[in-house]
T-cell receptor, first 112, second 113 residues
């Protein structure tokens, strides 16, 4: 079955700098890759997603890149702000069952 | 607000007891997922239902069971509770067409004393 690995587990960056979180997946049939943000005590919320027919997707300060050959995808956050502090989860799935396989999460800390 | 509702918000009970957590998915969503999140841990997938039928099973203990009713709401039953079952339990729902985005409810925080 699918397995998703996420690195790093904790990432601390200076406010204004960029942050990059990486995930690898094992199942070449996976074709949907979302990223969720979970603030402390809150529910996970989708922030961006990408499908396997696209290599990159951007939404303001966040972007996701996908390398199907290497089976990895990354979340890029530019010009980080204090409100970006949260835990970020990547996931992968294929259309046959809509089940998401989750990474272990990355705690992003934005230092003032 | 995601449109997914969960009750109760908080639940405090004793070891050995049984509790039921309830989830109402977004209008029109046929899939319901249950997750367990222990303190500072990731999302552990428990079980998925689609239109009333069990679709996938994750790391769900035998003491736990779930079902999805004809009106698509779902219940997660936890029995013979142990201290280690204390966690945040999330329900999520997704539609059957057009994407795999899962919308999460606010969660039920279970504390077993």
């Amino acid at each position: 079955g699918e397995n998703v690995e996420q690195h790093p587990s904790t990432l601390s960056v200076q406010e204004g700098d960029s942050a990059v979180i990486k995930c690898t997946y094992s199942d070449s049939a996976s074709n949907y890759f979302p990223w969720y943000k979970q603030e402390l005590g809150k529910r996970p919320q989708l922030i961006i997603d990408i499908r396997s027919n696209v290599g990159e997707k951007k939404d303001q300060r966040i972007a996701v890149t996908l390398n199907k050959t290497a089976k990895h995808f990354s979340l890029h956050i530019t010009e980080t702000q204090p409100e970006d502090s949260a835990v970020y989860f990547c996931a992968a799935s294929e259309d046959s069952n809509y089940q998401l396989i989750w990474g272990a999460g990355t705690k992003l800390i934005i230092k003032p | 607000d995601s449109g997914v509702t969960q009750t109760p918000k908080h639940l405090i009970t004793a070891t050995g007891q049984r509790v039921t957590l309830r989830c109402s998915p977004r209008s029109g969503d046929l899939s319901v997922y249950w997750y367990q999140q222990s303190l500072d841990q990731g999302l552990q997938f428990l079980i998925q239902y689609y239109n009333g039928e069990e679709r996938a099973k994750g790391n769900i203990l035998e003491r736990f069971s779930a079902q999805q009713f004809p009106d698509l709401h779902s219940e997660l039953n936890l029995s013979s509770l142990e201290l280690g079952d204390s966690a945040l339990y999330f329900c999520a729902s997704s539609g059957n067409l057009g994407g795999n985005e899962q919308f999460f409810g606010p969660g039920t925080r279970l504390t077993v004393l």
